[in-house]
């Protein structure tokens, strides 16, 4: 037999698949992690096909060395093939996002000295030194604390107690430690109140769950797709669980994708508390060897429910029922990497071949969603309060952050002791540092952008690459020592808040900061699990503030510069303005207290603002589906970016001409070669595609770079290719 095996190479140069020899009766099969002799070296590869037969003559054809890891599922190799042509991208960089985490790079299951109390260790531990008078046979303080944790944690590595000591125990027959997988179930932290058993559930939670259900039970998933179109607090999540449950329960298993689970481990938790078990999580705050336990529970079925952010789409399970996207609207769907993924797209691809039901949910879905799926919606909140009431600020002329209705709301909330969430998305102190004398900015040394300043680290920040630099003191252009700070951060808005809101000991008004400055994923899950259990307090931070938690007792909302996001150059900066005030406001008013919503702004009359203050999701849509009609953008059409990089600007212009040139014959708008500000040290020069016709276009535009990129007149330039770009 022979297999075709696609070596998983990064380099594009590299185009398998290669054809290998197989032995009778050895177990390949299409999915198999081999390594195979690769020229002079080895290399891993994933088998893509089958043969009787090769062109190759019998002797020119090399066997695999091993089979490696438990490899993925024929429908993962198709998927990635798909993805390959659908993202300008390879089969090999496709297959390497869907293996065991840690299978690329050769690491499998790892082993550990596993600690366990022998039953003579539990006698010893329960009779004390009742037993024995024999001093030498005494146990110490410290033994004895070594086999309480053994009779408290069960089996446990024994490198997180004591080794050494546990050998000792060992030698005495009171532990036995032997070598097997780490026990390294993820730690989960409670977030929120989950119950094991579902409420009864709301007339519109029925009725949109019932059409869930029947979707399921034709048989005809793929095909059926549906967009959960719920208000905030509308009780979403419950019916997604029990789509899930339904989906179980016909002997199928699900994948639940949501943003990002360190920041709404809520969602996870009302999943385990439910499903217990069956429940497996793949997300980054996990430590390899457990995201790689949990993959290997989902591969070998022991675990039937996936839940995770994005690349949970590619969770190695068989008959998939159901595939739900939470809170579809995100832009985190997309993955920054090459293949620059849309898992929201894979996730409706992987539906269609598994036969699933595909459930995106939202309170301010996508143009592209409400235009091709069916809606169900939920137009109450579970409770039946109102959303909360959203008022402007017209910021014009005003030289501070915070505005003076802003700041006698906070002081009132600190009165009667509330809680609030404010929202500025931008980190940092101030945006960018000028020099008074002069007008000297403080720019990246590798990116045309101002530095920021973040005066607690005393440093300023590039937030595109990283560059950090001390915070100056005087200007290198003209040694003036006034340098002048423009504009507020979060840092900044933390400060001015814990200045103004102070902090009486027999009142305290916390402040908590949540942005990607403050802390590290699993700290900024504690920051919310302390802003939640706080009696009153003040949580500020960047757009992660506005993500789908589900605080009961917020009452006040605000979000400061709510026109920020419309100043971005980008087709999607209306709907993601509209998205982020709806969100804040969805986070507020969850409970008793009366809520209101301050949305601060040099724009008052702009389009999103206003549909917002109404809660008119259905409004702004319409609308922005008229807009991106009229203006071709999508989802009437389709976009590709592709950016060209190079030291030099002429080389990266130069690129993108040649490419635009051989685009001439597509019948398709392209754009450009347009100048972007240069990043990480390389001049960028950018395309864009405008196509009615999707397919034809991608193929074009993958023959064009294919064709052009490695040309040794252009060594040096790199080609990037982004198909629907955020
Ligand atoms: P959404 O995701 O739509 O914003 P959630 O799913 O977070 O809303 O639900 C909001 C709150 O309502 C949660 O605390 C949830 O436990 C609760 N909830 C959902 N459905 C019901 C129900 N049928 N009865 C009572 N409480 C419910
Ligand atoms: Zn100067
Ligand atoms: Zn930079």
């Not at 944690?153 to 780490?182: C, Q």
């Not at 559930?201 to 059409?211: P, V």
């Not at 797209?345 to 235009?371: D, I, K, N």
């Not at 196509?691 to 052009?708: F, L, Q």
Request: proline share 7%.
């Amino acid at each position: 037999m022979i297999a075709r095996v696609q070596p998983l190479t990064t380099t594009r140069a590299v185009r398998g698949p290669f054809d290998y020899r197989i032995a009778a009766g050895q177990a390949v099969e299409v999915g198999t992690l081999l390594r195979v002799p690769f020229g002079p070296r080895t290399t891993l590869g994933v088998v893509v096909g089958l043969a009787e037969t090769s062109e190759l003559a019998p002797e020119r054809l090399a066997e695999p060395e091993a089979v490696v890891g438990a490899g993925v599922g024929a429908d993962l190799v198709e998927l990635a093939d798909w993805m390959a042509r659908e993202y300008c991208s390879t089969p090999a960089r496709a297959l390497q996002l869907m293996l065991a985490p840690g299978a690329a790079a050769g690491t499998g299951a790892k082993l550990a000295l596993v600690a366990e109390l022998t039953d003579a260790g539990r006698t010893a531990l329960a009779d004390g030194d009742r037993l024995t008078d024999r001093l030498t046979d005494r146990l110490t303080d410290r033994q004895r604390d070594l086999l309480a944790a053994l009779a408290d944690r069960g089996p446990t590595v024994a490198a997180d107690l004591d080794t050494p000591g546990l050998r000792r125990l060992e030698g005495r027959g009171l532990v036995r430690i032997d070598k097997r997988p780490r026990p390294r179930r993820p730690v989960l932290h409670a977030v929120g109140a989950a119950t094991a058993s579902p409420p009864p559930l709301t007339g519109e939670q029925a009725a949109a769950l019932g059409e869930i259900e029947a979707a399921l039970a034709t048989g005809e998933g793929g095909r059926a797709g549906f967009l959960l179109q719920g208000v905030t607090g509308s009780g979403k999540t419950e019916v997604y669980l029990g789509a899930v449950q339904a989906a179980l329960q016909a002997g199928r298993t699900a994948i639940v994708l949501v943003p990002e689970i360190a920041l709404t481990p809520q969602v996870l938790w009302r999943f385990q508390a439910r499903f217990g078990d069956v429940v497996a999580v793949l997300h980054s705050a996990l430590s390899a060897g457990q995201r790689h336990d949990e993959w290997m529970r989902l591969r070998t079925g022991e675990a039937r429910v996936c839940v995770g952010p994005r690349s949970a789409v590619f969770a190695p399970l068989d008959d998939i029922g159901l595939i739900v996207v939470d809170e579809e609207h995100e832009s985190s769907y997309k993955h920054e990497g090459d293949p620059r993924y849309d898992a929201r797209t894979v996730a409706r691809r992987r539906a269609l071949r598994h036969g699933a039901v595909l459930v995106v949910g939202s309170a301010t879905p996508r143009p592209e969603s409400v235009l091709v799926l069916p809606r169900l919606r939920l137009t109450q909140r579970v409770d039946h309060r109102p959303l909360p009431p959203v008022e402007v600020l017209d910021m014009r002329g005003s030289h501070q952050p915070l505005h003076p209705e802003t700041r006698m709301a906070l002081a009132d909330l600190r009165h009667a002791g509330g809680k609030a969430i404010l929202l500025l998305n931008r980190r940092g102190w101030s945006n960018f540092l000028s020099c008074r004398a002069c007008g000297r900015v403080w720019l990246c040394p590798n990116c045309e952008v101002a530095l920021v300043l973040h005066r607690h680290a005393s440093l300023v920040a590039c937030h595109h690459c990283g560059h950090r630099e001390r915070v100056p003191n005087r200007c290198p252009a003209c040694a003036s020592v006034s340098v002048a700070r423009h504009g507020a951060g979060t840092e900044r808005i933390e400060h001015e808040l814990r200045e103004a809101l102070g902090s009486d000991p027999a009142h305290p008004f916390p402040i908590f900061r949540l942005d990607a400055d403050s802390s590290s994923l699993p700290d900024r899950a504690r920051t919310l699990q302390q802003f939640e259990t706080a009696p009153a307090g003040v949580l500020v931070g960047t757009q992660m503030v506005a993500k789908g938690h589900d605080f009961p007792d917020v009452s006040l909302g605000v979000v400061l510069d709510a026109d920020q996001t419309l100043r971005f150059p980008d087709f999607r900066a209306e709907e993601r303005t509209f998205a982020l005030i709806t969100q804040l406001a969805g986070r507020t008013g969850r409970g008793a207290l009366g809520s209101r919503v301050l949305v601060q702004t040099l724009a008052p009359d702009a389009r999103p603002i206003a549909f917002a203050v109404h809660h008119d999701s259905d409004g702004f849509i319409a609308d922005e589906l008229e807009r991106r009609a009229a203006l071709r953008y999508p989802p009437y059409a389709s976009l590709i970016r592709i950016v060209c990089s190079a030291e030099e600007e002429p080389l990266a212009r130069e690129t993108a001409t040649a490419i635009h040139a051989e685009l001439v014959s597509l019948d398709a708008a392209v754009l450009g070669p347009a100048p972007l500000f240069r990043l990480r040290g390389r001049a960028r020069s950018q395309l864009v595609i405008k196509a009615t016709e999707r397919r034809p276009a991608i193929d074009a535009v993958g023959g064009a770079v294919d064709r052009i990129a490695p040309g040794a007149a252009r060594r040096g330039a790199s080609v990037s290719v982004d198909v629907d770009p955020q």
